[in-house]
Structures are given as C-alpha cells and as structure tokens.
C-alpha cells in the first residue's frame, strides 16, 4: 500500500492550497480517508476526513469553513483544499486510510499513512 501525498509549499496567510493523496495497493473506493497535520513539537491532529462515499466530510473546528475535502474514486486520490491560510496551519500534513464506516478523528484508527508534505505559511 502506497499513499502519496503532495501539493504542499510556502504561501503567505490568507492564501490557498491544494493538496493531493494518491492510493496504490487498495481498493480506494472501500476505505474512508482522512488529513492529519503535525506541527513541529506538537502532536498529530485530526485535520477532515471523508467517507468512502464521499457523502459525508468532518472537519476539525479550527479549519472548518475554510478547508474542503474531497475525493474521486476513480483516480483513487483524496484531496484538501486550503483556504484563508493561517500561519498556525503551518505543519506537516498526511493522509490516512481506514477500514472504519465513519471515519474517527483519532490517528489511532486509521491504518495506513502517507509520507507527508509540507505547508509553511508566512505572516
């Protein structure tokens, strides 16, 4: 199982980015997926994550309204789009699979990571 995640960079606060994960090695359409972040020193925090549907999305409080998140099962990809971007937004990001129905916001119920990308935004 591969997740690959990209789209990440430096952007200034209150701009956007979009960041992708791609799936190999499962059948993407029977897992939930989920967006983590970890900031330097802090633990890895639940970000959103989507049914496998993508009929239901859930978002952490500090990024509801300004991030989205979505899927397409048939480029087996999971994407975050990130608006009004804050300088506290600034982590390392990773998507995560899990076999759950409704997607947990712990890290421990998901079963596989990506590698990460980076998200630094500047004030």
């Known amino acids: 199982v591969q997740l690959q995640a990209s789209g990440g960079g430096l952007v200034q606060a209150g701009g956007s980015l979009r960041l992708s994960c791609v799936a190999s090695?499962?059948?993407?359409?029977?897992?939930?997926m989920g967006w983590f972040r970890q900031a330097p020193g802090k633990e890895r925090e639940f970000v959103a994550a989507?049914?496998?549907?993508?009929?239901?999305?859930y978002y952490a409080d500090s990024v509801k309204g300004r991030f989205i998140i979505s899927r397409d099962n048939a480029k087996n990809a999971v994407y975050l789009q990130m608006d009004g971007l804050k300088p506290e937004d600034t982590a390392v990001y990773y998507c995560?699979?899990?076999?759950?129905?409704?997607?947990?916001?712990?890290?421990?119920?998901?079963?596989?990571w990506g590698q990460g990308t980076q998200v630094t935004v500047s004030s």
């Open positions: 995560a699979t899990t076999t759950m129905s409704v997607p947990p916001r712990s890290k421990v119920g998901y079963d596989y």
């Open positions: 090695g499962i059948v993407f359409g029977s897992y939930a």
């Open positions: 989507i049914r496998w549907s993508g009929a239901s999305t």
